[in-house]
C-alpha cells in the first residue's frame, strides 16, 4: 500500500506535452506501512501523539507534522454528503495493516491517498516504523516526494496518514502493464528527478531503504515522487559512513554490502536506485533469479551487461551506481554534478517552465529544490578546494575545428578534463556529450599568444595520447584562469 499511489494510466508525459492520459483500473497492493503511533510515545485521550519522556522514543516524534485530533472516524472520513473532512472515493490498496484511498477533501475537492492503519495489528516494531515515515515526509519539502498533508490517530486504534495522490500510479506497475517504454532522454529527465529527491533525504541524515520501482510513483505531468518511507530512518549523524545493520528492503533492490550483512549507509539507496535507472533504461532489471540464494550470488559477482544502444554517458552512469564498492560508488550528488545529469537538470527545469498543467507553486518548488541542490554541490566543491584535496574550474570554452570555433563547456575535477556539449544541448544521433581527458596523460596547459583576431583568447592542453587540444575563451583573464587551474591540477594529480 504505497504512499501516494495511484491509478495506472498511459505513459505520462516527459520532456514535452502536457496532454491529459487515459485512466485506468488501478492494481496497487504492496507492504502496508503508516501509523502514528510508536511504542515510545502514547496517545491522548484527544487523539494526539505525544512524545514518551525516552529521549530515544522522543527523538521519533514529528515536530512539523500537522496533527488534527478527530473524536471519530466519521469526523475525518465518511461517504458523500456525510459532513466528513474527506470523502472516500475508491481503495486502491490493501495490507496486512490497514487499506488506502483516494479521498476528496470536502474543502476545496483536491484528491489524496488517505493510509488507514489498524494500530492493534501493528508490532511495535511495525509502529516504529509507521511513526518514522510520518517523520520522514514531514521533514520533507520536495516536489519528487510524496507530499505530507496530516495525520491523525482516531478512536483509539486506528492512524490515518493523509499524503498527495499520484494519478499515474506506480513505475513498477506502468512497466509491468507494458505502458512505459522510455527513450534514453525521457528516462534521463525521469531520473534526475529521483536523484534529486535522494539527494534532499540524504542532505536531511535519512535513509529511505526500501528504494524499489513500486515505490516510485508517476504523474500526468511528467513529475515522479518517491514515496513510502515505511522503512526510511533519520540519523543524528551523517549517513555517508556505513551506520545500519538491518536487513530491509526488496530483494531485487538490495545493495551488495546488505547481503553480506555488513552496515551499510546512503550508498545502499544509490544502488536501489541505479537498479530502477536500469528498469527506466530497459524495462528489465539487472539481476534476476528464481531464488534468493541465486540472487544473491548474481548480485554479489556484479556482472550485468548494460545495452550498447544507450550513449556512452548513460552507459558510464549505470555502472559507476551499480558498483560493488559502496566507497566507489556514486552518491546521489556525485550522480547530479555528472555533466550528464546537469544536462537533465537544465531539460527537466525547461520541460515544467514550458508546462501549462503544471501550477505555479509546483514550478516554484521544482526551481527552490534544483538551486538548492546546485547549491550544496558548489559548497561541496568549496570544501575540497579549502582543504587543498581537489582543484575544480568549469565554464563555456570553444573548442577548435575545421569549421571553426564550436562552443562547449569544460569541467576541470576528479582528475579529469570533461569536454562536453552545453547543458541542455541535444547530442546527435548515436554520438556521445562528453569526452574525457585525464591528467595522467596531460603534459601542460599553455596561453598561446594573444586574441586570435575573433576576440577569443586561445590556450592549448597538450597530451601524450593525441595532437595539442586547442581551446580558447571570451577575455583574457578567462583563458588564464583556465591555464593556472589546470597546471594546479597538474601539480596535485
Keep these: 500500500m504505497g504512499a501516494g499511489a495511484g491509478k495506472e494510466g498511459e505513459r505520462p508525459p516527459v520532456g514535452g506535452g502536457d496532454k491529459d492520459n487515459t485512466q485506468q483500473a488501478p492494481n496497487k497492493s504492496p507492504r502496508a506501512a503508516a501509523a502514528a503511533k510508536d511504542e515510545g510515545h502514547t496517545t491522548t485521550a484527544a487523539g494526539v501523539v505525544a512524545p514518551n519522556p525516552n529521549p530515544a522514543a522522543a527523538a521519533l516524534t514529528p515536530q512539523v507534522t500537522t496533527l488534527i485530533p478527530h ?25 496486512a495493516f490497514g487499506e488506502a484511498f483516494i479521498v476528496e477533501r470536502s474543502a476545496d475537492k483536491r484528491e489524496f491517498v488517505a493510509k488507514l492503519m489498524d494500530l492493534r495489528s501493528m508490532s511495535p516494531k511495525d509502529k516504529r516504523y509507521a511513526q518514522t515515515e510520518i517523520l520522514c515526509l514531514a521533514h520533507s519539502d520536495h516536489f519528487a516526494i510524496v507530499h505530507y498533508i496530516e ?41 534526475v528527478q529521483l536523484l534529486l529527491a535522494l539527494d534532499h533525504i540524504h542532505r536531511r541524515r535519512m535513509i529511505h531503504r526500501d528504494i524499489k520501482s513500486a515505490n516510485v510513483f508517476m504523474t500526468s505531468k511528467g513529475l515522479l515522487k518517491l514515496g513510502d518511507f515505511g522503512f526510511s530512518q533519520k540519523y543524528d549523524q551523517t549517513v555517508s559512513n556505513p551506520i545500519a545493520t538491518t536487513f530491509l528492503g526488496t530483494p531485487y533492490y538490495l545493495a551488495p554490502e546488505m547481503w553480506d550483512g555488513k552496515r551499510y549507509g546512503k550508498k545502499a539507496d544509490m544502488w536501489a536506485v541505479g537498479i530502477v535507472l536500469f528498469e527506466l533504461l530497459t524495462t528489465k532489471r539487472p539481476f534476476v533469479a528464481s531464488n534468493m540464494t541465486d540472487l544473491r550470488t548474481k548480485v554479489l559477482a556484479g556482472g550485468f551487461t548494460v545495452p550498447d544502444t544507450l550513449s556512452r554517458d548513460m552507459q558510464d552512469l549505470v555502472k559507476r551506481i551499480l558498483t560493488l564498492d559502496p566507497a566507489k560508488r556514486l552518491s546521489a550528488q556525485d550522480a547530479l ?157
Excluded at 71 to 94: C, H, P, Q, R, V
Excluded at 341 to 350: A, E, G, I, P, S
Excluded at 443 to 459: I, R
Design 151 to 191: 495525520h491523525c490517530v482516531v478512536d483509539e486504534d486506528t492512524v490515518v496518514i493523509v499524503m498527495e495522490f499520484a494519478d499515474h500510479g506506480d513505475l513498477y506497475n506502468n512497466i509491468r502493464k507494458g505502458s512505459l517504454a522510455l527513450s534514453e532522454r525521457e528516462a534521463g529527465v525521469y531520473f
Design 337 to 493: 554534478r555528472t555533466p550528464l545529469m546537469q544536462h537533465y537538470l537544465v531539460l527537466l527545469d525547461r520541460h515544467v517552465e514550458e508546462s501549462a498543467s503544471i501550477e505555479s507553486e509546483v514550478k516554484a518548488l521544482v526551481k527552490k529544490n534544483i538551486e538548492d541542490a546546485q547549491t550544496a554541490i558548489k559548497e561541496t566543491i568549496a570544501g575540497e578546494e579549502a582543504d587543498g584535496t581537489a582543484v575544480h574550474h568549469e565554464g563555456t570554452v570553444y573548442k577548435e575545428s575545421e569549421s571553426g570555433w564550436k562552443e562547449r563547456y569544460l569541467i576541470l575535477g576528479e582528475g579529469k578534463l570533461t569536454l562536453t556539449l552545453a547543458k541542455g544541448k541535444e547530442a546527435a544521433a548515436k554520438s556521445d556529450r562528453s569526452k574525457e581527458i585525464h591528467l595522467d596523460t596531460v603534459l601542460s596547459a599553455v596561453p598561446v599568444g594573444g586574441s586570435d583576431g575573433s576576440s577569443k583568447w586561445v590556450f592549448a592542453i597538450s597530451t601524450t595520447t593525441s595532437a595539442a587540444i586547442v581551446m580558447a575563451c571570451k577575455n583574457q583573464s578567462e583563458r588564464d584562469e583556465w591555464v593556472t587551474k589546470i597546471l594546479q591540477a597538474l601539480e596535485m594529480n
Design 71 to 95: 473524536a471519530s472516524m466519521e469526523e475525518l472520513l465518511g461517504a458523500a454528503g456525510s459532513g466528513a473532512k474527506y470523502i472516500k472515493k475508491e481503495m486502491i490498496g490493501k495490507g
